[in-house]
């Protein structure tokens, strides 16, 4: 018989890796950035999209690259933002596709509440140095965020993968297409929303596909 995927928590899940030697020079390396110099997310907000998303409730994944690396931006959560700052132009465009799609206009700029209906919000990347980008991208937090996607692959069936861009789109490899459903346009950026980002639709696609799982559809 099949396990049942409810039972699994991310602690149980990530144990392999988290135990590893790999992981422990992974957070020695992060531990000393931060240390040293002014880093993004807050510390304790590192993986807070597992701690808001958990295994047993993963239903999407939306896979962004690195956090922002603006002052006050970074909240844990892939293209979300704290409330204090303005939102950047890729969060501007996902909410006009989302009011174009489903006609739901978003007064906030943080995702909390996707992530807590089971939207994961992952970056590849989970830590940046301040006004940086893609700073972190050779700590080795792909080796880590590539096996989490591949878990929820391998253990859970009918998920949505949402992957925007060239980068998110080369994780399409880990991801079994005979179990789950994988959602691909351009990046919602200023430099490739045109090429097909808008009028992508996302949203409405996601939730028709949950419905026809049997699952409950993300209130946007």
Known sequence: MKPKT???SWTEVLAPIKNSEYFETLWQK????YASTNCFPPKNQIFR???LTPFDEVKVVIIGQDPYHGDFQANGLCFSVSDQVKAPPSLQNIYKELKED???EKTTNELDD???QGVLLLNATLTVRAHSPNSH???GWERF???IIKEISDKKENVVFVLWGAFAQKKEELIDPSKHLIIKSAHPSPFSVHRGFFGSKPFSKINDYLVSKGNTPINW
Do not use: C
């Open 102 to 104: 489903l006609g739901i």
């Open 30 to 33: 992060v531990k000393e950035e």
């Open 137 to 139: 991208k050779d700590l």
């Open 6 to 8: 409810n039972s699994l």
């Open 145 to 147: 965020t590539n096996f």
């Open 49 to 51: 999209a597992l701690e």
């Open 114 to 116: 996707w992530a807590t």
